[in-house]
Structure formats: C-alpha cells, structure tokens
C-alpha cells in the first residue's frame, strides 16, 4: 500500500511540473494588457487537421474598447493558421490559414460569454455559435489543411510562431473550459458542450489540460458555473 501510494503521489507531482492537470471550474485570469504574459497550451493530436471545433469561454470587459486575441494557434508554416480574434466595431474574425471571415456583433456584454468556432477542409463552410445560438455559416479555405507542430496560445496574438507579440492585441480578463476536437461537432453536441458537457475533447482537453503560463497569468476559480 506505501509503494503504491509513493508511485500516486510521484505521478501527481509529475504530471503538476509538465502542466497537466484538471482545470475543471478554473480558468486563466489576465489581469492586465502585456506584451509578455501567455498561456501556452499543447495539444494531444499531433495529426495535421482537415476540421476541427474549438470552444472556450471568456469574461472580459474590453470588446468596446480595442480588439484582442481569443484564440492563436500558429504553425511553423503559417503564424496564423486558427485565429480566433475580437475586432472592436467588427466583431468576431475567424480566421483558417490565413484567410479570415467576420461575424457582425457590436459588442462582447461584460459577462461571461461562451464561444464555439468549427471548420471543415471538405466544404470550406464555418460554423460560429455564441452562448448556443450559431451565427449564419460562412465558407473559407476549402481544401486546405491545417499544419502539425502547432503554437497554441491564450493571451495574445502569434505575429510569428510563438512569440511577437502586440500589446494592444493582448486579451484581459478571464478564459476557461478551452476544448478542441478534430472534427466539426454537431448542434446537438455544442448544445451539450454549452451546458456544460465534455463529449471527450481530443486535441486539447480542459480536464487532462497541458499547459506553460508565463508574465502574469493566475489560475482562479471560475466566475460562471
């Protein structure tokens, strides 16, 4: 019983020094706009990505204010290869590969806001869902496959593979329960994912997460349930 327990708590602290671990009912707290504080998360898939669904909730106060990244994730090929970006008097642009489309919304209400954002290489066609409600389907990037090695980052705006960053372009407030699959979810299944559903993430998994925060980044409990 002492040996198994010895080997519990030697996985435990392992697993705490590389950054994985249950983030269920926290979330990243950014507390201020900087040029050097980011989380960088590591994915589980390390396929290249022909779809994909990623969701995430923020809580900020910004969204009249300036724009600001929600979601970076860069190649060595392409800094922009997923890019989840608040546009102040635009809206949201969701960007694959470059390339990047606009879903018209003036403003972010200061609450916690929950985002869900999917694409297909076989169709082009983008699916972006807001607290639960879609927003009308858009086509980008037919054919194209996202790339392998990725540099996820929260916080801030990859200009190149994992780093040049804008302070102006830094998010400031709270992200949380960041999920991502590699294929495009149903509505059914975004529906379940908003209410607080898992449905067994497998590139990046806000329970079994793997992360580096760097600058000040703090791990609070979660302001929604």
Known sequence: MEKLLWCFLIMISFSQAFGHEDMSKRAFVF?????????????????????????LHIFTALSTSRSFSIFSYATKKNSNDILIFWNKDKGYTFGV??????????EIPEAPTHICASWESATGIVEFWVDGKPKVRKSLQKAYT?????????GQEQDSYGGNFDAKQSFVGDIGDVNMWDFVLSPEQINTVYVGGTLSPNVLNWQALRYKALGDVFIKSQLWS
Do not use: H, M, R, W
Not at 97 to 106: H, T, Y
Not at 146 to 154: E, F, H
């Open 31 to 55: 507390p201020k706009e900087s040029d050097t504080s980011y989380v960088s998360l590591t994915a589980e898939s390390k396929k290249p990505l022909n779809a994909f669904t990623v969701c």
């Open 97 to 106: 590969g470059g390339p990047e489309v606009q879903f018209k919304v003036l």
């Open 146 to 154: 996202v790339g392998t090695d990725a540099s996820i980052i929260l």
